[in-house]
């Protein structure tokens, strides 16, 4: 298939982008930097732009199987709106284009899976260290619901340096959480792949954790 990814030189990014290549997939890694994308391989096709460009993304976008969106702000405390608009963008010209397969990395915290955090961790994480980042996750996770794409979105407790293990829990919908909410990122980018062929959670937001 043939895969863009948005946040190609990111941490979950890069790995999504191995992932896909060793699955066999063409992936187009759309990044502000080139030299970012550190992969190199025959199916890789690393294109420079910003989101606010809307002729190169419709280039990159058009024909294509899926994108995924691993794109994340670099503050706490300011919201990116830069991200923001982008995201906008790019379900905007998927409805145009025809390419409904939408994947979207948000964080537990946002939407309906805030209900699940246990106190005081919610208090903690998501009223005052995370306020900023969620309420930017809520923002896209509102546009790209309201959108006629085929999306689905994917939180994941906190991001881990470990290795890809089967060891996974994900659903939809109000949860206890009990002990650690952390997860790899190798896991993530491993989750976020699948979700490409995988039908169960067309239209659904998914908690997921180890």
């Given amino acids: 298939m043939k895969i863009v990814v948005f946040g190609a030189s990111g941490k979950t990014?890069?790995?999504?982008?191995?992932?896909?290549?060793?699955?066999?997939?063409?992936?187009?890694?759309y990044v502000r930097k080139p030299e970012s994308v550190k992969s190199e391989h025959p199916n890789l096709k690393v294109v420079a732009?910003?989101?606010?460009?809307?002729?190169?993304?419709?280039?990159?976008?058009?024909g294509s199987d899926a994108c995924i969106s691993t794109l994340g702000g670099a503050s706490l405390t300011k919201h990116s709106t830069g991200i923001i608009e982008g995201i906008?963008?790019?379900v905007s010209?998927?409805?145009?284009?025809?390419?409904?397969?939408?994947?979207?990395?948000?964080?537990?915290?946002?939407?309906?899976?805030?209900?699940?955090m246990p106190q005081p961790i919610r208090f903690i994480?998501?009223?005052?260290?995370?306020?900023?980042?969620?309420?930017?996750?809520?923002?896209?996770?509102?546009?790209?619901?309201?959108?006629?794409?085929?999306?689905?979105i994917v939180r994941p407790?906190?991001?881990?340096?470990?290795?890809?293990?089967?060891?996974?829990?994900?659903?939809?919908?109000e949860t206890k959480i009990k002990g650690n909410l952390s997860i790899s990122r190798s896991n993530v980018a491993a989750f976020l792949l699948d979700q490409v062929t995988n039908k169960n959670y067309v239209n659904r937001s998914v908690w997921l954790y180890e």
């Fill in 49 to 62: 732009g910003y989101l606010n460009e809307k002729d190169k993304l419709k280039s990159v976008i058009s």
């Fill in 13 to 29: 990014g890069s790995l999504l982008v191995d992932e896909a290549l060793t699955a066999g997939h063409v992936v187009i890694a």
């Fill in 157 to 173: 407790g906190g991001l881990t340096n470990g290795a890809k293990t089967d060891n996974l829990k994900h659903g939809y919908g």
């Fill in 93 to 116: 010209i998927m409805e145009e284009e025809k390419v409904t397969r939408f994947i979207y990395l948000s964080s537990f915290g946002a939407g309906d899976s805030r209900k699940s």
């Fill in 125 to 152: 994480v998501a009223d005052i260290m995370l306020l900023v980042p969620l309420a930017d996750h809520n923002t896209n996770e509102s546009r790209i619901t309201k959108s006629q794409l085929n999306w689905t």
């Fill in 88 to 90: 906008d963008n790019i």
